[in-house]
Structures are given as C-alpha cells and as structure tokens.
C-alpha cells in the first residue's frame, strides 16, 4: 500500500532538517558493517544468544475471521515463532495507524529515536542515508535465503541502483510489478442488474451510471472518493486517471523533456469533471472532511457505487461488503477517448532499512527469510495467531500476482472445478488458492449453499478470475497497451526536498476547492500553473529533467 506523496514530501522536508544537525554527530557515511558474523552464512541460522531487535508498525486491524480474538500485533504468531526458530526477540517501539506514519517516522528521526529496522519513502532513505543513520548491509544481503535471492534479482537494475562505487549498500527495496499500479473500477453489479444498466466504459456513461445510483439506490457518495489527492486507495488521483491524469507522475512530452502532470490539461479536464458531479450531489457534500476512514464505512454501509483503486481492493475492504451481501465485480477503468492510464516505469514501494546503531542488520534478512518460508506452512495458519499483514518484515515476489493468475488459469483449462491436486511445484499461497476454489465455486453458485471465506475468496475474485481485478488489468496493460509510464523513478532532488512540501499543500488546497466550485477552474487555472512554478515547480522540473537526461546517456 502507497502513501500519500504530500506526506512523504513533509516527511522529506523534515528530513533536510535533522541532516544538517547530525551529519556532524554521526560522522556522515561510513562502512559500518556487521558486529555478528557467522562465516557459513545460514540463512535460517539460529543466534546462540538471543538477540533483540525494536521495529515499528503501520497498524491496520486484520480482517480475517479465523484468527483468535486474543491476538494482537505483539503476541502473533510470527513474532512467536522468529523467537523459538532463530532467537530473535523483537518489540515494537510504537504502532499508529498507516496515514500517520510517515509523520510519527519523521518525529523519530528528528528525535533520534529509530528503531533498529524500519521501512521507509525513498525521499526519508536517501536524507538519512546522507545524515549517516544507516547501516551498511552488503555483508547482510550474504543471509538473503534463495528465494529471497530470487525476487530481489527479478530486476537487477533496482539493486544496481542502490549500490555505491564501493560496494556499500544501506536498503532492501520492495519492488513490484508495474502493472499493479494500473487503477480497477469495482462496481455494484446488483445496482446496475435491478437499475438496467451497462457496466460503463467511459467517463460519460459513469456519470449517468452515478446519477442513476443517487437517484435509484441512495447513493450519497456515488464515487468512493477521500480528500487524499494520493494515497494507496480512494484518493482522487485514481479517478483523474480516467483522463490520463496522475498528479505527482512525470509524464514525457513532445518535445523530450518531462512534466509535471499535476499541472497538465489532463488533470484540469479531471477536476472538471469531478466538480460537476460534486455540483449535482454524486459526491460527499464535504469531499475536504471524506478522510480514507469515512469513506470505507460509506462503502461497507452501501453509499457508494463505484470505486476506483488498486488490484487489491476485493481483498480489502470491499470483500467485507460482498460478505455482508453486496455484489461487486471488477471492470476496466473507463478511459476517456484516446486517454490512457499512468503507471511507474519503475515501482519501488518501500525500502527496508537498518539503524547504524543496530548490531545484527543481517536479523533484517533473517525475519525476511522466515516470512517468506512460513507461508502456507500449518505453525503459520490464521487460527494459531498468525497474521501475516502485521508482519514487520513483510516481502513478495514482484511478480507473484501475475504468476499467481497465468498458472492458477492454466491449470483450470485441465481441471475446470479444482478436483485434482494443485501441482508440487507451486507456491504454497498458489495452492491455497487451488484448494479453495471449489468451495469458491459452490459460494458463486448460490452464497446460502456454503460458508463465505472472505479472505480466500476475495483472493480468487482478485487473482484468479477471468473477469476478476487482476484480469482487467492484464487487459488494460497488455492486450489493449492503454498505458503511459510516469518516467521519473529516481530519489528526491534537492528542489523536491525542499521545496516539494509547499508544492504539494498549493496542489492539494487547489484541487478540493475546484472540485468543491469554491474556485472557478477555467478563471483561476492559469494563477495556479504559475504559482505552482513560482514556488519550486521551474527548479524541480529542471533537476527532473537533469535526472532524466543522465539516465539516457
């Protein structure tokens, strides 16, 4: 899940601050390695004395039922089992939930007061980095297990990048397929069936589809839509999209050169339309209070229609309302003509990182090693505690969706209702996919005929169907290559650093008071463009497009 850039932006101008005060303290960046060494470097190794480690938490409840009522994030299985299989005794210094994150971080690290591994924004990675606050971790990356090995190699390029001429290395990036960044609509099948409506394939047909849920079905929110610009879902952002539109993307022009999407025609032809469907009561009366919170309990209370958001919304939250008896299926973005949906050219989610202070940074590999080889495994099973979304050490294969669905799709042209068993060499969550689908099947058919398994299911309706999420991506990327690639995959610049918090904040009051009508777009757009240069466009677009020319040469 990615987090609003405006906040990595605060965070990153909180960074500059504490740079300047503890490069002097620290030293800058030096070849801290190890204080542990274990010449065989096992993978799995068990440390003789037990070794402690302190991490911190985006908290989000889990949603599945299987899991005992007494579990928390501190006694689950995982922390559990890291102690007995490898003697790792790990604590979190402070839990808050995810759109606080970045900024608890930020305070930790003005403060001084890091746990010894954490994940980070590349802007927080980089000033830290420099402030010489991290641990170099090319010994470390030694302990990477091989399938660990594996998913990082996916892209060598990635790790490339991260190396410095020394061999010094100081992250573990989560990388992913790019495809997951190409936006879902989700949309309330039984609306549409009792409405008589089509599943709609542009941005006019929503809107009648909208008009036709607020007059019909009550829908006083008919778009799922937070006051976020960005965020990991219901932001606004997703739904500019629909007009090729992704503010904070770095788009490549006619000319050679990258720009600022958040200023582009697209965007204002986004805002457009959004402020007509605020003037006509399709959105929340108050789109600047819809935090991310709100929203989900509008969706899950059948207020709203149609989301748009990532590949993984069946599973989260709106499985929970196809439990409780909402239909929902997937359907491509409806594009506006000759527009396509922005993706990263490159997606790097998050870096794992080590405090310099930290004795054993290959603990960080280890717990990695152990999340990846626990799963499908019976001690790693939803009723014996554990849960596997508040694991500190999270990681996948960049790929594993897609895999997931291509060999899961073959299978079923063989063995159309699951009945034989899932082939040996398949992953083990692959396999419990397999040996859920004909429950799935029998739910499908008649949801009183059989107990509805909401986090397998919603896993199937995601990863696997043929008109699931995953599927019309697959279509939108691939088949129909209605895409274009935000171009600019590099670290903060300068500029960005400095001056992207303010950037952001004008880009952010702008787009809710024009979405609100409390600014005329066509009037006040121009003064936007040029305040948005004014106070640090001109000088990041220029160091983007310096960035930009190196990575040709």
């Known amino acids: 899940m990615k987090k609003s850039r405006f906040v990595r932006l605060c965070c990153a101008m909180l960074a500059l601050l504490f740079v300047v005060n503890l490069v002097s303290c620290f030293g800058g960046k030096d070849d801290n390695g190890p ?211 992704s503010p904070y993307s770095w788009l490549l022009g006619s000319d050679g050169q990258l720009h600022a999407d958040e200023i582009s025609e697209n965007s204002k032809a986004a805002l457009k339309w959004l402020n007509k469907l605020y003037n006509e009561g399709i959105l929340a009366k108050d789109v600047a209070a819809s935090t991310v919170d709100a929203v989900q309990a509008d969706v899950l209370g059948g207020k709203c229609g149609v989301v748009i958001g990532p590949w993984w919304q069946f599973e989260y939250p709106l499985g929970t309302a196809i439990g409780n008896g909402d239909e929902w299926v997937a359907a491509e973005i409806p594009l506006a003509e000759g527009k396509s949906v922005v993706v990263d050219r490159e997606q790097v989610e998050f870096y794992y990182v080590v405090n310099k202070a930290c004795k054993n940074p290959e603990a960080l590999f280890k717990m990695i090693n152990m999340y990846i080889a626990l799963d499908g495994m019976p001690e790693a099973a939803p009723e014996n505690g554990y849960v596997w979304s508040w694991c500190p050490t999270q990681f996948y294969d960049p790929y594993d969706i897609n895999e997931q669905f291509i060999h899961i799709n073959k299978q079923l042209e063989i063995d159309p209702k699951a009945e034989g068993p899932a082939p040996e060499n398949w992953t083990a969550h692959m396999k419990k996919l397999w040996n859920a689908y004909p429950e799935y099947l029998i739910w499908k058919e008649d949801n009183f005929a059989t107990k509805y398994q909401e986090n397998m299911f919603a896993n199937i309706m995601t990863r696997v169907n043929k008109d699931g999420a995953w599927a019309q991506i697959v279509n939108v990327y691939d088949v129909k290559k209605r895409v274009v690639f935000d171009e600019f995959y590099g670290i903060s610049t300068p500029a960005m650093s400095s001056k992207g918090a303010i950037m952001a904040q004008e880009v952010e009051e702008y787009y809710l008071k024009v979405i609100m009508g409390e600014k005329d777009i066509d009037s006040t757009w121009d003064a936007f463009v040029s305040s ?22």
């Open 532 to 553: 948005w240069r004014r106070i640090g466009g001109d000088d990041v677009t220029a160091e983007v497009n310096n960035w930009y020319a190196k990575q040709a040469k």
């Open 35 to 245: 204080d542990y060494d274990d010449p065989t470097r096992n993978p799995f190794g068990k440390y003789e004395n037990t070794v402690k480690i302190t991490g911190v938490m985006e908290y989000q409840a889990h949603n599945d039922s299987r899991v005992p009522q007494s579990i928390t994030p501190d006694n689950q299985a995982f922390i559990r089992l890291i102690k007995e299989k490898l003697n790792i005794e790990f604590t979190y210094l402070w839990k808050v939930p995810p759109t606080q994150y970045s900024e608890k971080l930020s305070l930790s690290m003005l403060s001084n007061e890091l746990p010894d591994i954490f994940k980070v924004t590349a802007s927080d990675y980089i000033a830290l980095k420099e402030a010489g606050m991290l641990k170099n971790l090319a010994t470390a990356y030694e302990y990477a297990s091989d399938d660990v090995k594996e998913y990082l190699n996916r892209d060598p390029d990635v790790i490339n990048r991260l190396t410095d001429s020394d061999g010094g290395i100081y992250a573990v990036p989560q990388y992913s397929d790019n495809r997951r960044g190409v936006p879902v609509m989700y949309i309330r099948k039984d609306w549409l069936d009792e409405l008589k409506l089509s599943v709609p394939t542009t941005p006019d047909e929503l809107y009648t589809v909208l008009k036709a849920f607020k007059q019909n079905k009550g829908a006083t929110c008919g778009l799922a839509m937070s006051n976020k610009v960005s965020g990991s879902y219901f932001s606004i952002s997703s739904y500019m999209n629909m007009f090729g539109s």
